[in-house]
């Protein structure tokens, strides 16, 4: 309680342990089947998944998963049984369109007797990419930057990256039929919807190309036209929940943003301090959610209303960040977590008592090496005496060069799983 700082590590790290595989695979370990087991999987959290299924499993297996550049060893490594390729994120890359063809050539040729286990977690939908016939890398890559500077929520994105895959949207699993395919799934979703966790590649939802095409109109995402094409074909559908291949597949949501949310409340509560968890789906652009969540410190702080001080206010979900400095001179960087904080300190600021911490469970928010930052009332303040400008700053998505300058960053580095953000208001 007198170092907000270490307050807020200790949160974040009881968040991220409720979220470990070694932890939580064992509870979820599929029956034996008759013929063989074949392990596929992609996403941040992949290889402590896989290391953790691995580790558990006392038959034979074999298996392929695909993580991100710099966590699986580099390319030739394994987690035991099962070989690890590595590709880029957020932006897919070759090593990646590689890695989907791994994937596919790993659950082809197998019989009723078979068994795939899917490890996804938050990331899959960079990792693998798998551009459709008419399409190319480059296409795909110019899709998914659309997509990412658009401000749409991580559910609208992944519906049209579906739509615009060979892979995603349950297409893997059909690849695999008449192998039954169970799906071990770690969150970062808002709702903990599994099929648009790394946009489902074993897992179909009820969304269509024509949902796909309302959402390029809603956000007026300028898709390349190949893209479009695409999405205007019967082609472009994909598999449905109720799709005759898919019966008898199971998942299962093992680890989420509501699970580690309440690791964080325990952790508070341990330490002297009472927790509210105001949601764990919160959604929406990153600045305008850190408006309604200093609001409501601003009021327990001067009213001790609705909560009273001291308390810890917690909430999960994703943000958006909608670039507005794409192409203009000095434009920024930072993830959505850096402009959550930002935005939060020029609402309370000059508000004693007010603490803030917003970080990614996967340890690195946006394109950066750091997974957050800590703010409070003082931070517009600090940054102004070392002259900058916050409000010129958040105008250009610089969040983490503001934070960067007053040593305010948080870097825990990868955590090897994914929930999403954690985002912590001490009001003291």
């Known amino acids: 309680m007198t170092d907000p700082r270490t307050f807020f590590t200790v949160l974040f790290e009881a968040a991220v342990a409720a979220a470990d595989p070694a932890v939580v695979i064992r509870d979820f370990l599929p029956g034996r089947p008759k013929g063989r087991v074949v392990v596929v999987g992609a996403g941040k959290a992949s290889v402590p998944m896989a290391a953790a299924f691995d580790a558990a499993w006392d038959g034979p297996l074999t298996g392929i998963i695909v993580t991100r550049h710099g966590q699986g060893g580099g390319r030739g490594g394994a987690c035991g049984r099962i070989a690890v390729l590595e590709a880029a994120h957020p932006v897919p890359d070759e090593a990646g369109l590689e890695a989907s063809a791994r994937l596919f050539e790993a659950v082809r040729s197998l019989g009723p007797d078979d068994l795939v286990v899917a490890l996804i977690s938050g990331g899959g939908s960079a990792l693998l990419p798998s551009p459709p016939p008419g399409m190319s890398l480059a296409d795909e890559i110019a899709v998914n930057e659309a997509l990412l500077a658009s401000g749409a929520p991580i559910s609208a994105m992944n519906t049209v990256r579906k739509h615009l895959s060979a892979i995603k949207g349950g297409r893997l699993a059909l690849a695999a039929h008449p192998a039954k395919v169970v799906t071990l799934v770690v969150s970062d979703i808002p709702g903990d919807n599994p099929a648009f966790v790394a946009s489902g590649p074993t897992v179909a939802d009820g969304a269509s190309r024509r949902d796909a095409l309302a959402i390029v109109a809603e956000y007026g995402l300028a898709l390349p036209d190949a893209a479009m094409r695409h999405l205007a074909m019967p082609a472009a559908d994909a598999p449905l929940p109720d799709d005759p291949r898919l019966a008898g597949n199971t998942v299962h949501v093992i680890a989420s943003a509501a699970r580690s949310l309440e690791a964080a409340a325990r952790a508070a509560v341990r330490h002297g301090v009472e927790a509210v968890i105001l949601s764990d789906s919160i959604e929406g652009e990153a600045r305008d959610v850190a408006g309604v969540h200093a609001a409501i410190a601003r009021e327990i702080a001067l009213r001790d209303r609705p909560f009273r001080k001291p308390v810890v206010l917690l909430s999960g979900g994703e943000t958006t960040v909608t670039i507005r400095s794409r192409g203009s001179p000095g434009g920024g960087r930072?993830?959505?977590?850096?402009?959550?904080?930002?935005?939060?300190?020029?609402?309370?600021?000059?508000?004693?008592?007010?603490?803030?911490?917003?970080?990614?469970?996967?340890?690195?928010?946006?394109?950066?090496?750091?997974?957050?930052?800590?703010?409070?009332?003082?931070?517009?303040?600090?940054?102004?005496?070392?002259?900058?400008?916050?409000?010129?700053?958040?105008?250009?998505?610089?969040?983490?060069?503001?934070f960067a300058a007053l040593g305010d960053l948080f870097s825990p580095g990868p955590t090897g799983t994914n929930v999403n953000d954690l985002r912590a208001m001490l009001v003291r």
Request: proline fraction near 1%; avoid cysteine; hydrophobic fraction near 50%.
């Open 334 to 402: 930072g993830g959505r977590n850096g402009e959550f904080l930002l935005a939060f300190a020029l609402a309370v600021d000059g508000h004693a008592g007010i603490h803030a911490f917003a970080a990614d469970t996967d340890g690195i928010d946006g394109t950066g090496d750091n997974a957050g930052a800590f703010a409070d009332g003082t931070s517009a303040g600090r940054m102004r005496a070392a002259g900058l400008d916050p409000r010129a700053a958040l105008a250009r998505n610089d969040a983490f060069a503001a």
